[in-house]
Structure formats: C-alpha cells, structure tokens
C-alpha cells in the first residue's frame, strides 16, 4: 500500500524535495531505467501493438505488403530507438530519425498518401507507447510520488522524441513530394488515379494527356523489381522491360507506363482490336530478368471499364506474387492464379488450409514437390496415366507409382475432395514455402 504523507515535521521528504524541476527524481528515473529494460525483450510484441493499432485507424496506410512491411520497420526501429533513450537517459540531441521512418515517409509521398495520415500515425503510436510504459510501471513500484515522477519523465521525453522525429520525417516527406510533382508522369498518374476511381473524365482530353486511347482492348501489368534499387534506374530497368514485353505481344503502340515508387510501376498494354494476349509468350525469357524484373498481368479488357477490371486483376496477381516471396515465378497471370487471388487474404490462414489439405504431401522438399507437380498434371488431364505421361516425358509406370505416392502422403484417394486438392496443389505452386510445411534440412 501507498504510505500516507506525515509532512515535514514528521522527517519525511517533501515533494518538492524529492521531484527535481524538470520532473524526474533518482527513484523515478531508476524505475524509467527498470520499465525500459522490461519492455525492451517484449519490442517486438509492443510494435505489433501499435502497427495493427495504426492500420485500424487509418485506412489511408493500408498500402501492399511492401509498405506495410516498411511500415512496420519505421515502427519497430522507433520504438527501439526511444526504449534505448528511456533506459540509458541518452539526449535526444544525439539522436537522429532511423532509417526506416525517412524511407517510409518519402514512399507515402511517392504514392500521394497526404502528410496528415503520417503524422497521426505517430500520435497514435506516442499514446500506445504511453500506455504501455505505465502499465509496466505499475508492476514496479506502488509509490504514487514515483509513478507520477516517472509517467512526467516518459511523457516528456517521449513526446519530445515524437516532436523531433515528426519534424524530420515531415522534412523527409516534403521533399520527396517536391521531387516527385516535379516529374510530369506525376500528371498522368493523378489522371489514371481519376479513371481507376471511376471519376467522370471527358475521354478525349483524358486521352490527350495521357498519350493513350483508352478506348480499346488493354492488358494491366505490375511491374516491380525483386531486389532493392541500386543507382536510382530502377524505374528505367522497368520501362524498359515492359516495352520490351509490349513489342513481343505485338502491341498497337507503345504500353502506358505510370511510376508508383522508385521500385514499382504499373501499366498498360495497348492491344487495339486484340482480344487476347499470350502472356507466357510476350514474357518468355523476361527481358528484365537479368535486371531482377518481375511481372504481373491481368487479362485483356475493352474500354474504361476494362482499362479498370485488368488493373485491378493485375494488382491481385500481384498480391499473389508477393506472398510466394523471392522463390516466386518471374511472371505471374491473373488467369493462372484467380482461385488464389480471391482466396489469399490471409496468407497465414491459407498455408494452415494447405497443410491441413495436403497433409504430409506439403512437405517443402525436392521428393514432394515432385509427387505434387505430377498429381497437378494428373488432375488436370481427368485422370489419365497416359495423357500425363505425354505431358511430362515420362513412363507411364512412374506417374502410376508418383500418384500412388502422393495419395499415400494425402492419406485418402485425391478424389474424394478434389477441387479442395487442385486448389492446396495450386497454392503450393504458386506460393512455395510460404504455404508449405518446413523440414529440416539434411546435415551437410
């Protein structure tokens, strides 16, 4: 229990005497040093905290994974960072902006997310931070004079910190935005935003400044590179590449090519009269290969309505590519991942699904893989040993003893649920080891 006060002719310390003037005290800055040091091994769980906390509030932040992973990386290094100023008393002085907090501010500007969803962003995660720190002070000391002391102490420091950050990645966000209005794509792409929100847009001008006639068949692509830009031409590699898959296609004309950040563009593939588009083949050998380009397509499309619908079929693709990782296939269709696409909300809760589904045949080794890939050309030839071992070169003997196999690791017949089967062989295909079950690798 709290000690009553007995005043000062009782010999007791006065408040006044045991609170310094800037609101801390040696109890309470060595109970600031005991809370920081608690927290410090639970960081990782007090950043989850805030960075579901932020996406809740603002929808505005709610970009694709690679965002919201450099979201959650500006988090997590300022949460770090202030931890290690509560627990060692460092002066903020000393202490800059970590990195992922500027990159993630010059990415929003990139993308035109307003500067106003950043900053609350940080007055969200300054009161979890907050509450969190008290709560753990209250499991250190029952003294109402130390608590207060020391809840002053992490409020000012705390927010001193947000106020110095805030002002840099403000500063970081500016300008980038400057530098990036200044690129005359930047008109272009608030006009291709318009038409992807549906807004009403009078067709001609809107194909005037755009250099593009929207009304004809078109293919959407996401375009981005796998490795992190080095030298500033990323973006150059990705035009580059996507001409180079519009001329294989036999495009009428040149795509339209719109940046999103310095690593991912999207755009569009003017296919005239065209109504169909062999992917595989405008892509066999990927031009940006080398490069580290990848590609995602939606499929063909007439008008603005289709110029919307392949875009956004494009940009599911691309989910899909995302999650299966750097191990994923250069080029991703929306026609071969659809199922997947719609389904893979929750990548976590898809690879539980595929396991429970596939049993032991989700083993993410060589031996499963390739009883996985033979059951998929199985299924899809109906069931027929001889078709499939057309299909794949092989004995029809060794498909028979593969699918035996892989029914074996199912535990059932792979048609007593086989659309459940196709869909688990599917995700395997596409996502690997993201949806796969880990084994251990041999010892060397």
């Known amino acids: 229990m709290i000690s009553p006060a007995h005043g000062p002719d009782a010999g007791q310390p006065t ?23 608690a927290l410090t091994p639970r960081s990782e769980q007090l950043t989850a905290d805030i960075y579901e906390l932020i996406l809740r509030e603002i929808p505005q932040l709610r970009g694709d994974r690679r965002v919201l992973t450099l979201l959650q990386a500006s988090v997590a290094e300022n949460v ?20 992922a907090a500027a990159e993630y501010a010059r990415r929003l500007a990139q993308r035109g997310v307003p500067v106003a969803a950043l900053l609350r962003a940080y007055r969200i995660g300054y009161t979890r931070f907050q509450d969190w720190c008290l709560q753990e002070l209250l499991k250190h000391t029952d003294d109402a004079l130390v608590v207060g002391a020391a809840g ?36 272009r792409a608030a006009r291709v935003r318009a038409l ?7 067709l001609d001008a809107a194909e005037a400044m755009l250099g593009y006639r929207l009304r004809q068949q078109h293919v959407g692509v996401l375009a981005w590179t796998a490795a992190r830009p080095v030298g500033g031409d990323a973006l150059d590699r990705l035009e580059h590449a996507t001409a180079d898959v519009a001329a294989r296609a036999g495009c009428d004309g040149r795509p339209m090519f719109i940046p999103q950040d310095e690593s991912t ?11 169909g588009f062999a992917a595989d083949a405008a892509a066999a050998g990927p031009p940006g290969a080398e490069a580290g380009v990848r590609f ?41 991942v659809a ?22 045949l989700a083993a993410d080794d060589e031996h499963h893989a390739r009883l996985r890939a033979t059951l998929g050309v199985f299924l899809a030839e109906n069931g027929s040993y001889k078709a499939t071992a057309e299909r794949l070169t092989l004995h029809k003997n060794t498909v028979q003893y ?43």
């Not at 408040?15 to 040091?37: N, Q």
């Not at 563009?265 to 109504?275: C, I, N």
């Open 152 to 187: 002053l102490r992490i409020a000012g420091v705390t927010a001193a910190y947000i106020d110095k950050v805030s002002e840099e990645v403000l500063s970081a966000y500016e300008s980038e935005k400057e530098n990036w209005l200044r690129n005359l794509s930047a008109a």
């Open 402 to 444: 593969r699918v035996r196999k892989a029914e074996e690791s199912l535990g059932r017949p792979v048609g007593d649920d086989r659309l459940r089967v196709e869909l688990a062989l599917l995700a395997a295909r596409w996502l690997g080891s993201a949806v796969l079950r880990a084994t251990p690798r041999p010892r060397p």
């Open 265 to 275: 563009a999207w755009a569009w593939l003017p296919l005239g009269a065209q109504h």
């Open 296 to 336: 995602a397509f939606g499929t063909a499309a007439s008008g603005v309505a289709g110029f919307r619908r392949t875009h956004q079929q494009a940009l599911s693709a691309y989910a899909v590519a995302l999650a299966a990782g750097s191990a994923g296939p250069l080029v991703t269709t929306f026609d071969e």
């Open 339 to 360: 199922p997947l696409a719609l389904m893979s909300g929750s990548v976590g809760l898809l690879r539980a699904w595929v396991i429970e589904t596939l049993g032991a």
């Open 196 to 202: 992807l929100g549906g807004e009403r847009v009078d």
């Open 80 to 99: 770090a960072t202030v931890l290690h100023v509560l627990q060692h008393g460092i002066d903020l002085a000393n202490v800059h902006t970590p990195a």
């Open 15 to 37: 408040a006044a005497s045991r609170l310094s003037a800037d609101g801390s005290s040696p109890s309470a800055d060595a109970r600031i040093a005991e809370v920081s040091g």
